[in-house]
Structure formats: C-alpha cells, structure tokens
C-alpha cells in the first residue's frame, strides 16, 4: 500500500505563509512527478503546483512568484511554501504523487487526505 499524509494546514491572515508537506510512504520503488492541488469550497479541484523527479516545477498563474514548490527524494516529501497569502487562496490542499510500486509497473496516482487552508482576518 502507498499512503500520502499532508500536514502544516491552518488559520493565516492576509499576507502570511504556511509551508505544507506531504510523504509518501509505504511500497514505493519510484515517485515521478509531484504536484499539489486545492479545493475551494463550490469550485473544482484545481492543479496549483507540479514538480518533476528531476525537479522541473510549474504553476498555475494565480500563484506564480507567491508559492513554491519543492521535493527532498530521500525523504519521499513535497512541500508547498506559501507566501503573500490572499483570501481566495483558501481551500482544501491535496498532494498528488505518480509512484511506481515495482520493477514494470506503471506508474499509478495517489492523493493525499488533504489539509485545509484558510486565510482570513
């Protein structure tokens, strides 16, 4: 079994950051990309992060030079630091992960429980 634990959610005023963490633990031969995504309340879930094993990083727009994304391989963790937080960058926060259980099979997808992110005064 592969399991994915996000932790670092939480209350935040405007303008402050939090530093999410996800691990991957379990039977993992090899984790490909990385990515973390968000729900609010009545939207979709969207894709606000992604990072490759090699560590190539995209984001979407509405994050862009606020959040970072980042991987340490050993430790089989991705963190999301968030800076210059704004109100409608509160949502539920889901880490996402391809991981390879064994030698020839494919890849599968795997979510984390999520953590909730509020960001209100």
């Known amino acids: 079994q592969v399991q994915l634990v996000e932790s670092g959610g939480g209350l935040v005023q405007p303008g402050g950051s939090l530093k999410l963490s996800c691990v991957a633990s379990?039977?993992?031969?090899?984790?490909?990309?990385m990515a973390w995504y968000r729900q609010a309340p009545g939207k979709q879930r969207e894709l606000v992060a992604t990072?490759?094993?090699?560590?190539?990083?995209n984001y979407v727009d509405s994050v862009k030079g606020r959040f970072t994304i980042s991987r340490d391989t050993a430790k089989k963790t991705v963190y999301l630091q968030m800076n210059a937080l704004k109100s409608e960058d509160t949502a539920v926060y889901y880490c996402?992960?391809?991981?390879?259980?064994?030698?020839?099979?494919?890849?599968?997808?795997?979510w984390g429980q999520g953590t909730q992110v509020t960001v209100s005064s």
């Open positions: 990072i490759t094993s090699g560590g190539s990083t």
């Open positions: 379990g039977s993992i031969l090899f984790i490909y990309n």
């Open positions: 996402n992960a391809a991981i390879s259980r064994r030698f020839g099979e494919a890849a599968n997808s795997y």
